[in-house]
Structure formats: structure tokens, C-alpha cells
């Protein structure tokens, strides 16, 4: 008798190849999902479609990639779709049946019927790109409709793809993507940190209902720095493998053989002076033997001036992130995506070219898909602060009070994690310390002017008032006496799912002073 699995698919679509993953909600472990005629490998789908007019006729993935040599290919055969779903700007092919839109649909739907029946999926979680989100998220979200699933979430790319290697939230990052058909590189912030809640999923779908626009989760995503990208990828990698040993290629199973070889070159534990054989067709459908090695390998890429392209488009990057203010010395990592991104040459050629920056490389096609599982296990709609509440502290240089943010309006509740404060002594010999609370309030005031006689708002907005809580200020007495601006009391701010604000109080040497409710944020 089939296990049935019950919890969360992952799907990220890509540009050569789509990941499609699965996490029971009883297990942290994940497994690639396998569907016959359509992956290529565990979880691994080639981003193809193969739709014939008048017949209809269907296929996507592995079956559809079989089809790209057979006669009408040029109306009947779609791929590299993906890239211009949200894009107004790159011309796709004109000559195709479907345009990306329709190609991404048929792809979708296809694959969503063809999951096996072992996988009961209680939420489904997509992928978006950075550069394209908003189109694509509305292409999505009419999309999402006709799905038959409760929940359905969003995220972007680079904040999935940075998730399963603990990247700190707020971290700036260099990823560099080399697919099939394109190299990719962007620098961008990841959500959260400096006192922010940490990068949630944005809900398309809760309950069986759509929320796309009535959510209250805010759309919340990897802010871009920097983005450059070129239409090369690992196919023209393939396509130089075969022409150095047969100028003039003309069968495209000889493109699958090179990337075989390829894949295999990419390998860490390959030897410079190992040969490995690869069999190619040549004239009359004869097979040949060839042989490659690591060395080989490498000079046609330098060759064909891959590394040169790549410095390139490297300088071209930085300097546009130099221009908002990031440096090379900003990143916390530079994150390699794609399967080509895994050639021995090229992660040698970024450790030397940022050689202060860590290179991170998890598994490279289906890292975005499995962080995509790591975000969302616990995806919910969360409420959101409709006020600000601050903390009211002294400023012993102007000698006033005033008030810090600890939760900003917009962010959302329950709070993940702790906000951590550490105050100081105003004064010799200090043994209380006052908790005070403000909060902004609900609705802004606005200025009103006169012009003409008319009553007019104005252009400028008065800042926010902070209004001190009508409650009895939380006192905390310390054992020992502290000194003037001295660290002394660590306060550990947090919102329950009851909307109580609470502190956690230590004092400096983490001894526990207490735990206490400040009051209902409503």
C-alpha cells in the first residue's frame, strides 16, 4: 500500500530548468519529486513545452526536450519562456504558437495534474524573480485561481536562495546565476535586520480564498542594488564543447552528450590529467569517440572568452552598486546558482576576483526551491501594527528625554524574534529603571492650508505624535548600583499572539530579572 505524504510543494520555475520539491508537514527533511516523461532527474524538469496546433497534443519537460528536432519545431516547440513573463521590454519569439504567458500557464497546469497522488499538498509555494516581481506576481495570481489547494505563497528569489545557508537578514548579497540560456548576477538586501522582522512569504491564497489584494501582508522582497545579466549560458558552453571537436555540429543530441561531459568536468574531484570519453555523432549518423579532460575544458572556455565576459559584466555590476553606496566590502557572501556556476574555473575565478567575500555553494539548481521550503513551513497571515510603539529614554548630552522605535507601523505580529535593547545608567548610583511606552497615533493629522480661499492639504505631513500609554510605568530594580553610562539592563521586546507587549529583563551579566506584560497593543 502507497505512503501518502501530506504538506508543502515547492515549485521554482527557471529559465532551462524548473525545481519541484516536497516537505511532509510531519518531517523537516525534504524530497525531490520525481513524474515520469516530464523530470529529467529527481525533482529537475526542463523549462519546455511542446504544443502542437490543430491536435492539441501536450508535453512538457523531459518528453517535450525529445521533441525539439522534429519537423514544425519552430512553431511547436517553447523554451526560455519564463524570463519575459512581466517583462515588457526583451522581444520573445513571434514565430511560436504560444506567447511566454500562455506558454507559462499550459506549463503549470500540465505539471500541476501530472503530480503523483502519494503527494496530498496542503500548500503550494511559488518563486518569483527580483527584476520582474510585480508583473509576474499578477500573472501568478490569475494563475493561482485554478489551483485546488488551500494555501498558496510567494517568494522572491534571491531571499530563497539565501535561506538555506544563514545568510543574517539584512545582509547584503552577491548572487551569480548561469543557466541554460543566461548569466545573471545582481547584488541585492535581504528583508529584515536593524531591529526589522525577518523576510515572510507573501500569501496568494488562504483557506481556499484568494488574498492576493486584501491581505494585509505587505509585498516584501530582496531590494535590488544592482542587476546585470547577457544572453550566454551553459547551452553556448555545450555549443563550444562540440564545435571543438566538430566544426560543424548537426545534430542537437550531440549538445545533450557535451553537457553530460560537461556536468561531469564540473566536478570537484575531477584530475587535471584524467581523460573522459564522450561519444558524438558525426557525418552518416556515425558515432565517434572523443576525449576531454579538466585542462581542455577550461581552455575552450578561456578560449571562447567566458572569463572575460564574466569580468565584464563583474565591473559593470559593482560600479552601478557603487553609485547607491556598496562596495565589495558591503557583501556578507556571493551566493552561486545554476549548474554551470559550479565549473571549477569559475568558482576559482570569483574566490580570486572578491577574494574577502565568502563564496557559498549550495546545491545549485534546487537551492532556490528548497529555500523556498525553509520559508514557509509555518507561513500564516499575521496581523500588522497599525501604530508604532516606542520606548522613552534620556539623552544625558541634551539632557531630555526622548523616544525610540522599538516596533514600527506595518510590521508584522507575532513577532519571530526579540528585539534587543541594552540601556545605560543616567546618573551615578542608579538601581531603578523606568519601562515607559509610547505609541504613535492611529490616524496622522494632517496640515491644513488655504489658498485662494479654499481649503487645501499640504504637500508636507507633520510628523507623527507619540502619545506615552495611560498605564503605570514598569519599574525594574537592579541587585547592584550601576555608574554612569554603564551598560547595565538588557530588555528583550516582544508582541504575542494575544497582542500583549512584552520584556524579558537580564541585567548585563544575563542573570534573569523577570518577564512582564506591558500592556494590550490594542
Not at 524530497?31 to 497534443?57: M, R, Y
Request: glycine share 6%; aromatic share 8%; proline share 5%.
Amino acid at each position: 500500500m502507497e505512503n501518502f505524504l501530506s504538506g508543502t510543494l515547492a515549485i521554482d520555475l527557471g529559465n532551462t530548468n524548473t525545481v519541484i520539491a516536497f516537505q511532509d508537514q510531519k518531517d523537516k527533511n525534504y524530497e525531490l519529486v520525481e513524474i515520469a516523461n516530464i523530470t529529467s532527474s529527481p525533482g529537475v524538469i526542463p523549462t519546455v513545452v511542446w504544443f502542437e496546433e490543430p491536435s492539441k497534443i501536450m508535453k512538457i519537460g523531459k518528453s517535450a526536450l525529445m521533441m525539439r528536432d522534429e519537423h514544425n519545431s519552430d512553431l511547436f516547440f517553447h523554451s526560455n519562456f519564463k524570463r519575459f513573463i512581466g517583462n515588457p521590454i526583451e522581444k520573445f519569439n513571434q514565430n511560436n504558437i504560444l506567447n511566454p504567458y500562455e506558454c507559462g500557464e499550459k506549463f503549470f497546469k500540465f505539471l500541476w495534474e501530472s503530480i503523483p497522488q502519494k503527494y496530498k499538498v496542503k500548500r503550494l509555494v511559488l518563486t518569483a524573480p527580483i527584476d520582474t516581481y510585480k508583473g509576474y506576481r499578477e500573472w501568478l495570481v490569475n494563475l493561482c485561481g485554478r489551483f485546488s489547494v488551500d494555501e498558496i505563497a510567494l517568494v522572491d528569489e534571491p531571499t530563497a536562495a539565501s535561506l538555506g545557508i544563514n545568510v543574517p537578514f539584512g545582509s547584503k548579497i552577491m548572487t551569480i546565476d548561469i543557466g541554460g540560456s543566461t548569466i545573471d548576477m545582481n547584488i541585492v538586501k535581504i528583508d529584515g535586520g536593524e531591529g526589522k522582522s525577518a523576510p515572510i512569504a507573501e500569501l496568494l491564497k488562504f483557506k481556499g480564498n484568494n488574498v492576493s489584494s486584501i491581505s494585509k501582508q505587505k509585498i516584501r522582497c530582496a531590494e535590488i542594488i544592482s542587476k546585470i545579466g547577457s544572453k550566454i549560458g551553459g547551452k553556448d558552453i555545450d555549443q563550444w564543447i562540440v564545435n571543438y571537436f566538430i566544426p560543424d555540429n548537426k545534430y542537437a543530441t550531440n549538445l545533450l552528450r557535451a553537457e553530460e561531459i560537461k556536468i561531469k568536468l564540473s566536478s570537484s574531484a575531477i584530475k587535471n590529467e584524467n581523460k573522459y570519453p564522450t561519444k558524438l555523432l558525426i557525418e552518416g549518423l556515425q558515432e565517434k569517440e572523443f576525449y576531454l579532460s579538466k585542462e581542455i575544458f577550461e581552455k575552450i572556455l578561456i578560449e571562447n572568452n567566458l572569463l572575460n565576459h564574466l569580468n565584464s559584466l563583474l565591473k559593470e555590476l559593482l560600479n552601478e552598486a557603487r553609485g547607491k553606496f556598496c562596495t565589495s566590502d558591503d557583501l556578507n557572501s556571493i551566493i552561486l546558482v545554476g549548474g554551470s556556476t559550479q565549473i571549477p574555473l569559475i568558482k576559482e575565478w570569483i574566490t580570486k576576483k572578491l577574494s574577502k567575500v565568502e563564496v557559498k555553494s549550495p546545491p545549485p539548481i534546487e537551492s532556490i526551491a528548497l529555500g523556498a521550503l525553509e520559508m514557509t513551513p509555518g507561513v500564516r497571515i499575521k496581523d500588522v501594527l497599525n501604530k508604532g510603539l516606542s520606548m522613552r529614554l534620556f539623552n544625558r548630552r541634551e539632557k531630555k528625554h526622548f523616544w525610540h522605535p522599538i516596533f514600527f507601523k506595518g510590521q508584522t505580529w507575532p513577532t519571530e524574534n526579540p528585539l534587543k535593547i541594552v540601556l545605560q545608567a543616567s546618573k551615578n548610583n542608579q538601581k531603578i529603571f523606568e519601562i515607559i511606552i509610547g505609541e504613535t497615533k492611529k490616524d496622522r493629522d494632517y496640515d491644513v492650508i488655504f489658498e485662494n480661499g479654499l481649503p487645501k492639504l499640504s504637500d508636507v505631513q507633520r510628523e507623527e505624535e507619540i502619545i506615552k500609554w495611560d498605564k503605570k510605568p514598569l519599574k525594574i530594580i537592579m541587585k547592584n548600583k550601576s555608574n554612569l553610562g554603564e551598560d547595565n539592563l538588557i530588555l528583550l521586546f516582544k508582541i504575542n499572539p494575544g497582542a500583549d507587549l512584552l520584556v524579558e529583563c537580564f541585567d548585563i551579566e544575563d542573570e534573569p530579572l523577570g518577564e512582564f506584560n506591558l500592556g494590550n497593543i490594542y
